[in-house]
């Protein structure tokens, strides 16, 4: 599922399996974006499917949401 990206002075849509975990964690844990914002939501499920950063997403309430 895509999810937007941030580059200075452009956004562009890639898919989430694209990027890195620590930047699909930034994403889940840092944007300042709703818990249930798609891109989140995306980060979240591409993590989990990963089987990385779980404590963190636990820990800051992210997991089991959906």
Same mark, same amino acid.
């Given at each position: 599922?895509?999810?937007?990206?941030?580059?200075?002075?452009? !956004?562009?849509?890639?898919?989430?399996?694209? +990027?890195?975990? #620590?930047?699909?964690?930034?994403?889940?844990?840092?944007?300042?974006? *709703?818990?249930?914002?798609? !891109?989140?939501?995306?980060?979240?499920?591409? +993590?989990?499917? #990963?089987?990385?950063?779980?404590?963190?997403?636990?820990?800051?309430? *992210?997991?089991?949401?959906?």
């Amino acid at each position: 599922m895509p999810i937007t990206v941030s580059i200075p002075n452009r !956004s562009t849509k890639t898919p989430a399996s694209d +990027l890195s975990s #620590r930047k699909l964690l930034a994403i889940a844990v840092t944007e300042p974006r *709703l818990k249930s914002d798609i !891109s989140v939501q995306s980060a979240i499920v591409e +993590l989990q499917t #990963r089987r990385h950063y779980l404590k963190e997403l636990a820990a800051k309430g *992210l997991l089991n949401q959906r």
